[in-house]
């Protein structure tokens, strides 16, 4: 990545605007963004620019669930100069940034210095999100039998069981959403935090 690369990459402004699906999800997703004031004083007090690139495709619910989350952040510290790639018009970036070498997992936050050189790189989500809808999902199948195993396919449910399923992990991702927002922030801030200041 260079500056010119960059520089080609859209702003999280016109990646909105050329979405073709999932633009009212990601803009709900934006309007429930909350930062503690200690995350925003942290990324405001830095003396450069941090440049993020963001691989994301409107498809994608971790995307629609996380890049709302990067670009209030980008917005609200002035500190991040955030440019947007579609995934699937840049491969070469994806292959880059590979999840454990293999998956074009998204979104991709690859952070630079003014020098452009990577700092650090949040993939798809935290794995303490993965790890805490795991367990809550687990507890939803628990609590009801018809639901069946948590890894059992939900189309070979009957329609009504499928429906309350289906409701019930919805209302489960709705309540987690302050809380993954929050985690989310933690990791990016811990990327930027290893940036140096700049001179």
């Known amino acids: 990545m260079d500056r010119e690369r960059f520089g080609r990459g859209l702003s999280y402004d016109a990646y909105k ?3 073709t699906r999932n633009r009212d999800k990601l803009e709900a997703t934006e309007a429930a963004v909350r930062l503690a004031a200690d995350d925003l004083a942290a990324f405001r007090a830095r003396s ?3 440049h993020v690139v963001a691989l994301a495709e ?4 971790d995307v629609i669930a996380n890049l709302p989350v990067l670009g209030v952040l980008a917005r609200e510290s002035g500190t991040i100069d955030l440019r947007v790639f579609l995934r699937d018009q840049n ?8 999840n454990q070498g293999k998956y074009e997992s ?4 690859a952070f630079f210095d003014d020098q452009f050189t ?7 989500r935290p794995a303490t999100v ?5 367990s809550r999902r687990e507890a939803i199948h628990a609590a009801d039998p018809a639901f069946g195993a948590p890894d059992a396919p939900i189309d070979q449910l009957p329609d009504d069981v499928r429906a309350r399923l289906s409701a019930a992990i919805a209302k ?3 309540e987690m959403v302050p809380w993954a927002n929050a985690e989310v922030v933690k990791e990016l801030r811990a990327i930027a935090e290893r940036a140096p200041a700049a001179a």
């Open 172 to 174: 489960m991702r709705e």
């Open 130 to 134: 993965t790890a805490e809808r795991r």
């Open 118 to 124: 990577e700092i650090g790189v949040f993939t798809e």
């Open 58 to 61: 409107d498809w994608c619910g």
């Open 48 to 50: 450069g620019p941090l």
């Open 106 to 109: 998204i979104p991709v936050f």
């Open 17 to 19: 605007a050329q979405m």
């Open 91 to 98: 491969k070469d970036l994806m292959a880059r940034w590979l």
